[in-house]
């Protein structure tokens, strides 16, 4: 019969054994947000979730993995020593789970979104101090970047350049295949039927998308070390991107402009933008292949002596 001094124990059990006060926290920590991530995963799939927020559903590749990399880095988070003493750092940290605290009391759901990463950075400080915050940095920025907020409605105003742009470049494509096609700032007219390029339309949240997960694959493939990839692959997602959505709002206007509701509806609404949206996204993964050969530096064979 096992007890709570064998050897057989897991060793994450080990570490809850003599450090009760993770799992303490651990515990209250899933009590109060388990129901708050259960009503993001709902809202992204069932798409129930509002408008703005929807643009944040990168969190269901985003949070999983923020979740995994930390557990990859447990043992060096529970190898940093215990802060015994009240440190500047801890300080801090107290502060901001306070601040934490009170977001997630408030009562407003964006005040309460943002509780979570206030919590997580909180308790990095309070428990390991400036050390355990830069370990667990990559989990937390991505937990802050997938955070639903209202920051896709404060950018809305300054999308109508990108609209106008969409607009322009998908009634020229139409009209060099034939199409009768006539726009007006963000309407395009395919056989007199109006089609508009709305801000949800502009291809923001597939931008948003494309550069979560850009970062992602760096951190992923370690290509994130190599400083002079980045920008490259950045440029480059936002460039395919914004190219995916100019291609999908041409074959949208054509579309409705020749009465065809169906496809119309499954590239729109149905499971056929999904499909799109992933084939877009899997096209990033030679892009940064293509960048990692362009950028970094091969080592040079050493010719060695013969004997």
Known sequence: MLSCSDSHWPS?????????????????????????????TDGWLNKSISLEHEYFSHGLLGIPLATYIAWEKRHVWFALPQIKKIASSQLVGGGILLASVLAYMSGMIDVINLSLPLMLAGLCLWLKGTRGLRIMAVPLILVTLATPNELPYLIAPYALPLQQFIAGVAGFILFQLGIDVEVFNIYLYVNERAVEVAPHCAGLKMLFTSLYVALALLY?????????????????????????????????????GTDQTAAFV?????????????????????LLQLVDRWFIPQKTPVNHPSL
């Open 12 to 40: 994450f059990l080990q570490i809850f054994k003599r450090q009760p006060s993770t799992l303490a926290l651990l515990g209250l920590f899933m009590l109060m947000y388990l129901p708050l991530l259960w009503h993001w």
């Open 266 to 286: 499954w590239l729109h609404d149905s499971w056929g933008g999904d499909l799109y949206s992933a084939l877009m996204l899997g096209s990033l993964i030679p």
């Open 220 to 256: 992923w493939s370690h290509s994130i070390k190599h400083r002079q990839t980045i920008l490259p692959f950045l440029v480059g997602t936002a460039t395919i991107s914004v190219t995916a959505n100019i291609i999908r709002n041409t074959l949208l206007s054509y579309f409705h």
